[in-house]
């Protein structure tokens, strides 16, 4: 739960207003901030009545935005144990709701040489799961049972070869158990009952009960917006355009789509590469090719195989980002000085000063200003001797940086839905009106009414990209 | 020059001589302090702090004596504007009170550095690829500057513009359009594309200096942003 802010609550929370109700939201915003719980503590801390929170989190399980799983837990006597059902809200599935435009766009781009009018939707529905657009529906109610004794790691342990594990929490053990292996994640097992696509589809919805929504035997599938392709693909290929070179866009795209599915580290021969390449970018030699590949930071090489390593590329796009909005915000002697600090070294400031041209008597305050704003860290060093005197160290620190930017990409794209629909509330009058007709006045409105929503749909998206390059960022 | 401040031996004023060189004790022990400070000069608030003297306005008068028999001069310090230097009239300021080259009277010269870093950039606009050393010579030959830069200050321009994402540093590897350039020799090439406007940055709240403040229901929200308004006008 990485990404799970202050504004990407409130950012959950209006999505689920928007589309459930406030009662829906307000079930979900108690799992969100408090995070897993049982139905009668929801109904407590809610003050709702627990029929009426079990209607909430029908709704918001139907919709994959809340997984419960069966916790064993130790029972009153000695050696019994109970079974209590748990809620936990998927944070990143409500926020994959604001998504699904760009989703449809991208299945739509990729399918539609692909599903023509003749295909039967058994045919149409086939191919979108083995390009991975549809998976199988996590189980409903995975058990989790009470760890084993020797399942715990030990607390003391010496030796250089020491591995640290990482704890892993409740919630990752759940999701983990709820969602299918790979294999039968993507696979297609029909249900002899089940003939048409529109009963299946009709399967889905009908006949669910808390924790039993979903049969996992019964075709029922999620859009699966999770390993949304190239979510972060595009976003990628354009960071390293803007880096490098078209002909460097060119040769990422081509490994990716040359490795089918997106993985952290993408290896293709020389040869492969090439065999892409030439499909888009014709006249290319191979010398060319290999000069391009040389090139690349976030390409390896080993006897002719070249190996992409798209978390290198993910930070790139991420450090990208901010620096845009430091040189925006503060303007470009910040930008400089920010620029200067982001390879992890501190520097004090007369160094900084020299380094980025920054007069000396501006250097301190352009560092205040991004040290105000959580942008650097400060630190203070006496030295020793007879004279003290006392230096300003200065350094970025990504980790709590890249936090504070995702939260304000939440707060962003929270600020565009709420003018969304305070503008689109403006203008109801007019949007009841009759369209024969209207007069140049409520034409006007209309039309820039018009631009506005496209203004701020196409925005979203936009912003989302970046969503996307930071949702990950302790990759 | 190290005669300068033996003046213990002159008794009293020679006949029609300007009498720069008779000084006081205290002004003696000023000049000689500020002299062994050479090129970084002191202050005057440490002057009083050295030599323990109480009387702030003692040393106002030394100074102001030593600066009208010009035995010492004031320097501008960049490091703090409002703390001028003593120096002796013989030293020149160093690096450190200067601020170097790309400093003029303790100011940033900015007209340089923003002429040379055009000059730079047209120069790899056509050449696509160059070294510091190599520009240095291109420059050197445009005549465009009366002075000589170093390789050293050519690369801290160059470095500069690497910093704002104009150019990039890439290390030769002898092939493509590094073939002349020898294996492993640091060259800057011109960036093919302009730097990519941020996604964030290009809404309101991306630039927005208050976005702290904003909350949906704050007295700055989105609905009464002055800034989304102005953004919306269509």
Not at chain 1, 236 to 258: F, P, Q, T, W
């Amino acid at each position: 739960m990485a990404a799970l802010t202050p504004f990407g609550i409130k950012l959950a929370v209006h999505i689920i207003t928007t589309d459930f109700g406030n009662l829906v939201s307000k079930i979900c915003e108690c799992l969100l901030r408090r995070g897993t719980l049982s139905k009668a503590l929801i109904s407590r801390f809610t003050e709702l009545p627990q029929d009426k929170v079990k209607k909430c989190l029908w709704v918001l399980i139907q919709h994959n935005c809340v997984q419960a799983f069966a916790l064993e837990q130790e029972g009153g006597g000695k050696d019994t144990t109970v079974v209590v059902t748990q809620y936990m809200a998927l944070f990143n599935n409500i926020i994959h709701r604001l998504r699904f435009p760009k989703f449809m766009s991208i299945v739509s781009k990729e399918q539609d040489t692909k599903v023509r009018s003749s295909d039967t939707h058994q045919e149409s529905f086939t191919k979108l799961v083995r390009c991975r657009f549809v998976e199988r529906c996590p189980a409903p109610e995975p058990l989790i049972s009470l760890p084993n004794e020797g399942d715990t790691p030990a607390k003391k342990g010496g030796g250089r070869n020491k591995v640290f594990m990482k704890e892993v929490t409740l919630e990752e053990r759940a999701l983990a158990a709820a969602i299918p292996m790979d294999a039968e994640r993507f696979s297609i097992s029909y249900d002899q009952g089940v003939d048409s696509d529109e009963e299946k589809i009709e399967s889905k919805i009908s006949g669910l009960k808390v924790g039993e929504k979903r049969k996992q035997d019964s075709l029922d599938w999620d859009s699966e917006l999770d390993t949304m392709g190239g979510k972060k693909e595009p976003a990628c290929v354009e960071h390293v355009r803007a880096e490098y070179d078209n002909v460097a866009a060119v040769i990422l795209k081509s490994m990716l789509e040359g490795a089918k599915h997106t993985v952290s580290s993408v290896s293709l021969s020389l040869d492969s590469i090439f065999e892409e390449v030439i499909k888009s970018k014709e006249g290319l030699t191979m010398e060319h090719l290999r000069y391009s590949l040389e090139q690349l930071d976030f390409c390896s090489e080993t006897n002719d195989v070249y190996t992409i390593n798209m978390k290198d590329i993910i930070k790139k796009a991420q450090l990208e980002e901010v620096e845009c909005i430091v040189k925006k915000r503060y303007g470009i002697e910040a930008f400089r000085i920010f620029r200067s600090l982001t390879n992890g070294r501190p520097l004090d400031t007369d160094k900084i000063s020299e380094r980025t041209f920054v007069d000396k008597k501006n250097t301190p305050q352009t560092l205040y200003k991004l040290w105000k704003d959580n942008y650097i860290l400060m630190e203070k060093v006496t030295t020793g001797g007879p004279r003290q005197a006392d230096f300003f160290l200065w350094s970025v620190k990504k980790g709590n940086l890249w936090h504070q930017i995702l939260d304000e990409l939440y707060h962003a794209a929270l600020n565009l839905c709420l003018r969304y629909a305070y503008e689109v509330d403006q203008e109801r009058e007019i949007q009841n009106l009759s369209i024969e007709n209207p007069s140049p006045e409520v034409k006007e409105r209309r039309m820039r009414l018009r631009n506005v929503r496209i203004l701020l749909d196409s925005s979203l998206m936009k912003l989302d990209d970046a969503v996307m390059i930071f949702h990950d960022f302790l990759l | 020059m190290s005669g300068r401040g033996g003046i213990s031996g002159v008794k009293r004023p020679r006949p029609g001589s300007n009498g720069s060189k008779e000084l006081t004790a205290d002004e003696h022990n000023v000049y000689n302090l500020i002299k062994s400070k050479g090129d970084m000069g002191i202050w005057k608030g440490d002057i009083r702090k050295e030599l323990n003297i109480t009387n702030a306005k003692t040393i106002d008068n030394c100074v102001k004596s030593l600066l009208l028999k010009q035995m010492i001069k004031e320097v501008p310090n960049v490091q703090a504007k409002g703390k001028k230097r003593l120096m002796a009239m013989e030293f020149e300021p160093s690096k450190e009170l200067t601020g170097g080259v790309w400093y003029h009277e303790g100011m940033l010269d900015e007209d340089l550095i923003d002429n040379l870093k055009r000059v730079c950039l047209q120069r790899l606009s056509k050449q696509k690829v160059a070294t510091a050393d190599g520009m240095r010579h291109e420059i050197k030959m445009t005549g465009v500057f009366q002075v000589d830069f170093t390789v050293e200050q050519m690369k801290d321009i160059l470095d500069n513009l690497v910093l704002e994402k104009q150019i990039s540093r890439v290390k030769s590897n002898g092939m493509g359009e590094l073939a002349s350039f020898p294996i492993n020799a640091e060259c800057y090439k011109l960036k093919s594309q302009r730097a990519k406007v941020g996604d964030f940055s290009m809404i309101p709240c991306g630039v927005c200096p208050r976005i702290n403040h904003c909350a949906p229901d704050g007295v700055i929200s989105p609905v009464t942003c002055v800034y989304y308004t102005k953004w919306l006008e269509f």
